[in-house]
């Protein structure tokens, strides 16, 4: 059975103080993995996608990486409007399919 | 360019009666994902529509049901409702199948 575990659940950052969020997956043909900010009120807002172990990318203070049963998001040096849930998710299965399998987040509260 | 528009907002329901929440994608976005997120459960894929077809569907009973019309414009339908239908209602929206998700705000359901 297809299983996308986040941690920490929450986490508390001081303004500055790098850090890394986890994903870790089971799942059966993997074809993308997609990591997600949602804040409150809102809906989810893209942020990565991810295809093959080994693979990195960046946007401003975030990195993302993958391997081959795990995905990290590195936050480098936070400021408090990086406080949000990020969500993990995993496209799986026969292609054609969009579906997307979500973890239940990780909530960053990032304190100046 | 607007983004997922979801309508309403809010809704509050009593337990046997039936909603129907409604999505506007992206002007050009052909496919249209539905999801239910509760605190507990986290993001569930209810179904995915794509020029008109439901190409996929999550694992929900029958009385959740949804279409897409020749526009695109996606609707979901919840028939007798229960009050574990309580959730936020996301509809998502894509150019083709197997891309990123673009998200609405949601529709937030209570059942009473």
């Known amino acids: 059975e297809d299983q996308v575990t986040q941690s920490p659940e929450a986490l508390r950052l001081q303004e500055g103080e790098s850090s890394s969020l986890n994903c870790s997956y089971t799942?059966?043909?993997?074809?993308?993995l997609f990591w997600y900010r949602q804040d409150p009120g809102k809906g989810p807002e893209f942020l990565f996608t991810?295809?093959?172990a080994g693979e990195e990318k960046e946007k401003e203070r975030l990195k993302a990486t993958l391997t081959k049963k795990e995905s990290f998001l590195h936050i480098t040096a936070p400021k408090p409007e990086d406080s949000a849930t990020y969500l993990c998710?995993?496209?799986?299965?026969?292609?054609?399919?969009?579906?997307?399998?979500f973890g239940t987040g990780t909530r960053l509260t990032v304190i100046p | 360019k607007a983004g997922v528009t979801q309508t309403p907002r809010y809704l509050i329901k009593t337990r046997g009666q039936q909603v129907t929440l409604s999505c506007s994608p992206i002007?050009?976005?052909?496919?249209v994902s539905w999801y239910q997120q509760t605190p507990g459960q986290g993001l569930q894929f209810l179904f995915e529509?794509?020029?008109?077809?439901?190409?996929n569907k999550g694992n929900f009973p029958g009385r959740f049901s949804g279409r897409q019309f020749s526009n695109s414009r996606s609707e979901m339908n919840v028939s007798t409702l229960e009050l574990g239908d309580s959730a936020l209602y996301l509809c998502?929206?894509?150019?083709?199948?197997?891309?990123?998700?673009?998200f609405g705000s949601g529709t937030q359901l209570s059942v009473l």
């Open positions: 998502a929206s894509s150019w083709q199948v197997n891309e990123k998700l673009f």
């Open positions: 799942v059966s043909g993997l074809r993308g």
């Open positions: 991810l295809y093959s």
């Open positions: 998710a995993v496209q799986a299965g026969e292609t054609g399919a969009n579906n997307l399998f």
């Open positions: 002007s050009g976005h052909r496919s």
């Open positions: 529509y794509f020029s008109e077809t439901q190409r």
